[in-house]
């Protein structure tokens, strides 16, 4: 019944890259060798994406997530019209603007007011519509002092205001947007997406490219899910970033798992940390210790008792320790501390803290912790577990060898998430939230 | 081709401010601003004028007189060529931003490039009319058939730009490359010396192959000469010109998707 705006037919772009052994080929080598069609013609080749099909009905929001590389831009360049699929047909119908990258078009030798004539014309605006609209175009960007300074004595965040103005301006029947809103300050992004909420409400068409899951939930009406140049899923956004969110902590917790293969045997030595996150100065993480007592492997175990490195808050996380004493031992201490991804540390404890006393130990032997109700927000946590006399003398201390996630979709802050309930009365309303379980990661279903 | 045509005059507006925005910014924060755009072609001029006129002084015809004047007729013209095909080998490359982010037909950026250049001569124009006009060497009958080599000499470099700046993205030592071949170019078009004084059968001959030649005959009949009996080779360059048109049109389109990728 609607109009379409975007239709896409089975959408391949294959990028052909051409036989580079060095980056730059030469054309004196090109004639030496006697390659020159050769040099001209595609080598190998590189599909970005395949066989993608969708729709966009005119009026409606649409997300478009993925990892990186998963051809997010692609798709995008092609809706563009900076590219050409090379298989499939895709049609845009309407005037389009595309926020690739703000201000893309910026001379930085003239004035902000030049550069706004002339981007306006190179996004489609006639000389006269520039002109009508520069005054909302300044005062939308915020830079009315600076509007006649040369555009190189910009601040970033100036030169992205003013090219997020221009482009928005051009009034165009299709919006592109490629994760630009993450540039400028607090007020300026909320002043974007209130922007992008009048478009909608005027019916434009909006294509939102985004790593920012609640955005997406909160504005999109209808989600593509691209995994490795296809489409993984599309449908309702709830349903899509859940999926979604499910196999990228899937895919963590391969991660995770992978460092936790590699604790080191010898001396200390650095071991890579969580992927994405550096630890600071004074927390490094290493392995050291006499060996009396060995911790011989740690593992992190779910409510079912399996290695599992990704958790949501309230579920419980057990840690195990496999320890072993070549000789008897009769002073020891098994403890565990937690530490946020930058140092901090969130919890300690150990078994002489908790006044158990040490009788003996020999030979192989199990150690384990069980946390019932992981109460911590998301984020990446990092596992000291050692093994000592009373007086702190080391046999085995392991120092942010092991990590896990703790992934939510409640994005509160801070480290620990205390079990909370909110009640309101009197004046007061506000609509529940939606009942809406968290993520399960249990990898049966 | 056709459809390239079409695609210029499309962006007509585009081109024109691009134009205007890379003179501003050519000669904003430069002190001599404006006047920069006289002085390669003024030292060249001054240079050769030396030269010529004491060191070289037997070599001179009489058709040459004044020779400052006559060398100024042809180093303008030589100097859009050159300046239009040195600075288009890099233009993708630099403005490789535009060509990946924004819709934008990259032919755009050579033929701005060219223009820009073509509109500095016309700066230049009026400087010389005056200097000719001292000296009396102003033909109103003839002057306004300049426009003719200047038409010719514009779809040469427009063709000879879309090459260049195409085959630029693919094979950068192109922009080194050219350079030494301009500088050939120049000695092998009559810019210094006066083509009818050509002495050497075999050099003549071999000069009518290069099409600058009767375009650079043609501006010094028209200008300093007040005639224009050039016109059969100027027809010929104008042939040429075409046919290197439509091959640059032709290869920019074929490498057009991978401009994109490559740059």
Not at chain 1, 148 to 161: E, F, I, L, N
Not at chain 1, 290 to 301: F, K, N, S
Not at chain 1, 325 to 354: C, K, M, R
Request: aromatic share 10%.
């Amino acid at each position: 019944m609607s109009v379409l705006a975007v239709e896409a037919r089975d959408v391949a772009k294959v990028y052909r890259r051409f036989l580079h052994k060095n980056q730059f080929r030469t054309l004196k080598s090109a004639l030496v060798s006697g390659s020159l069609l050769a040099d001209l013609s595609p080598g190998e080749t590189f599909t970005a994406l395949e066989g993608v099909s969708f729709e966009v009905p005119a009026g409606s929001t649409f997300g478009v997530i993925g990892e990186n590389g998963s051809g997010k831009s692609t798709l995008l360049k092609l809706m563009a019209g900076i590219t050409r699929p090379t298989r499939g047909t895709l049609t845009v119908r309407g005037r389009i603007s595309a926020l690739i990258e703000l201000g893309a078009g910026f001379h930085p030798e003239i004035s902000g007011r030049e550069n706004v004539a002339i981007n306006g014309i190179m996004l489609g605006l006639t000389r006269r519509q520039v002109e009508e609209r520069f005054d909302e175009i300044v005062a939308f960007a915020e830079l009315e002092r600076f509007i006649d300074a040369p555009v190189k004595t910009y601040s970033s965040g100036m030169y992205a205001r003013l090219g997020f103005a221009v482009a928005i301006h051009v009034d165009p029947e299709v919006l592109l947007i490629d994760e630009v809103l993450a540039v400028g300050d607090e007020a300026f992004t909320r002043k974007c997406l209130d922007k992008i909420g009048e478009f909608r409400r005027r019916g434009k068409t909006i294509v939102l490219v985004t790593h920012s899951l609640g955005l997406v939930e909160k504005m999109c009406d209808d989600v593509l899910w691209l995994r490795q140049g296809r489409k993984a899923d599309q449908g309702d956004p709830k349903r899509v970033v859940d999926a979604y969110l499910t196999y990228v902590a899937g895919g963590e917790e391969a991660l995770l798992a992978l460092d936790h293969g590699k604790a080191p045997e010898g001396a200390p030595e650095e071991v890579p940390s969580a992927p994405g996150e550096e630890t600071t100065q004074g927390y490094r993480e290493g392995r050291w210790g006499g060996r009396e007592v060995e911790i011989t492997q740690v593992r992190l175990l779910d409510d079912r008792d399996r290695p599992r490195h990704v958790y949501t808050p309230g579920e419980r996380l057990t840690i195990a320790l496999d320890v072993r004493a070549a000789q008897p031992v009769e002073d020891f201490v098994f403890g565990i501390g937690l530490f946020t991804a930058d140092g901090v540390s969130v919890y300690g404890t150990n078994t002489h803290l908790e006044e158990f006393e040490a009788g003996r130990l020999d030979g192989p032997a199990e150690v384990r912790l069980a946390l019932d109700d992981l109460r911590l927000v998301e984020g990446t946590y990092l596992l000291d577990v050692a093994a000592h006399r009373r007086d702190g003398t080391p046999y085995d201390y392991h120092r942010g060898l092991y990590s896990f996630r703790v992934k939510s979709r409640i994005k509160d802050v801070g480290v620990y998430r205390p079990a909370h309930r909110w009640s309101f009365a009197g004046g007061i309303r506000l609509s529940e939230p939606r009942p809406r379980p968290e993520i399960d990661l249990h990898d049966d279903e | 081709m056709i459809a390239q045509v079409r695609t210029l005059v499309r962006y007509r507006p585009l081109i024109v401010s691009l134009v205007g925005r890379e003179l501003k910014a050519r000669y904003r924060g430069s002190v001599l601003g404006f006047f920069w755009s006289f002085i390669n072609p003024l030292l060249l001029l001054v240079t050769y004028g030396i030269v010529f006129t004491y060191m070289l002084r037997a070599v001179r015809t009489p058709d040459m007189e004044p020779y400052l004047l006559f060398f100024a007729c042809g180093i303008l013209p030589w100097t859009w060529f050159q300046s239009s095909l040195a600075e288009s080998s890099g233009v993708l490359i630099a403005g490789g931003n535009l060509i990946k982010k924004v819709l934008f037909p990259a032919e755009v950026l050579p033929v701005v490039t060219v223009l820009t250049n073509l509109v500095q001569m016309l700066l230049a124009l009026p400087v010389l009319a005056a200097f000719l006009l001292y000296h009396d060497r102003l033909h109103p009958t003839t002057l306004p058939l300049v426009l003719v080599p200047m038409l010719v000499q514009l779809v040469l470099v427009l063709g000879l730009a879309l090459i260049v700046s195409a085959l630029t993205v693919h094979f950068r030592d192109i922009q080194s490359i050219l350079g030494h071949l301009l500088h050939i170019w120049f000695f092998a078009t009559p810019v210094l010396y006066s083509y009818e004084g050509i002495t050497s059968r075999t050099m003549r001959q071999l000069l009518r192959f290069n099409p600058m030649t009767h375009v650079v005959v043609a501006y010094q009949e028209t200008l300093f000469q007040g005639t224009f009996r050039h016109w059969r080779g100027l027809a010929a360059s104008a042939v040429v010109a075409l046919v290197v048109f439509a091959l640059g049109a032709w290869l920019f389109d074929r490498l057009r998707d991978t401009l994109a990728e490559e740059v």
